[in-house]
T-cell receptor, first 113, second 112 residues
Framework: ETGVTQSPTHLIKTRGQQVTLRCSSQ?????VSWYQQALGQGPQFIFQ???????GRGNFPPRFSGLQFPNYSSELNVNALELDDSALYLCASSSGTGYNEQFFGPGTRLTVL | QQPVQSPQAVILREGEDAVINCSSSKALYSVHWYRQKHGEAPVFLMI?????EQKGHDKISASFNEKKQQSSLYLTASQLSYSGTYFC?????????????FGTGTRLQVTL
């Protein structure tokens, strides 16, 4: 059974640029949630995808967008990067949208200069 | 609204016990507990559901007081490997699960 994987591991961008982060869900999981974790803080929910549809969104602006593919892998896109976007971006996969455990990937560390 | 965890930090000697609390102002359906070591992803420990169902590790226990919207994580006979930051994540009772709202975190350090 393959766990949740994310790419890239680290990324450095400049303000105003765009970035795409990728996540492969754990085998058998059809739901992917994305979180932003600033240094010293708990993860903050960005949005969730279930069977290729957005299924809930946190308090993030529209420049944060996502996709889920037929194989349940997912992308997080951030446009017009700001300095405050610097954070660890985590994706978590789970089975269904019920109250189930979520398994996290190792994260992508994004630095915006 | 973000759940509040207490204590913020705790230092234990190996073999000692600890309790970490998580409190929310919203009606909850579930509470999830995770441990995160520095530079690593959060690792699932336990989920407690309204109505009493629990899923998680055998060696870690937790409670969920639905009326008070509070949960506690009990770490007994602590080991060095228990060190890390513990987060509770809560889900509101909306009928459908949509997101986890994570708490402020409790930093636990176990020493020899």
């Amino acid at each position: 059974e393959t766990g949740v994987t994310q790419s890239p591991t680290h990324l450095i961008k400049t303000r105003g640029q765009q970035v795409t982060l990728r996540c492969s869900s754990q085998s058998g999981h059809n739901t992917v949630s994305w979180y932003q974790q600033a240094l010293g803080q708990g993860p903050q929910f960005i949005f969730q995808y279930y069977r290729e549809e957005e299924n809930g969104r946190g308090n993030f602006p529209p420049r944060f967008s996502g996709l889920q593919f037929p194989n349940y892998s997912s992308e997080l896109n951030v446009n017009a990067l700001e300095l405050d976007d610097s954070a660890l971006y985590l994706c978590a996969s789970s089975s269904g949208t019920g109250y189930n455990e979520q398994f996290f990937g190792p994260g992508t560390r994004l630095t915006v200069l | 609204q973000q759940p509040v965890q207490s204590p913020q930090a705790v230092i234990l000697r190996e073999g000692e016990d600890a309790v970490i609390n998580c409190s929310s102002s919203k009606a909850l359906y579930s509470v999830h507990w995770y441990r995160q070591k520095h530079g690593e992803a959060p690792v699932f420990l336990m989920i407690l559901l309204k109505g009493g169902e629990q899923k998680g590790h055998d060696k870690i226990s937790a409670s969920f007081n639905e009326k008070k919207q509070q949960s506690s994580l009990y770490l007994t006979a602590s080991q060095l490997s228990y060190s890390g930051t513990y987060f509770c994540g809560t889900e509101k009772d909306t009928g459908t699960a949509s997101k986890l709202t994570f708490g402020t975190g409790t930093r636990l350090q176990v020493t020899l």
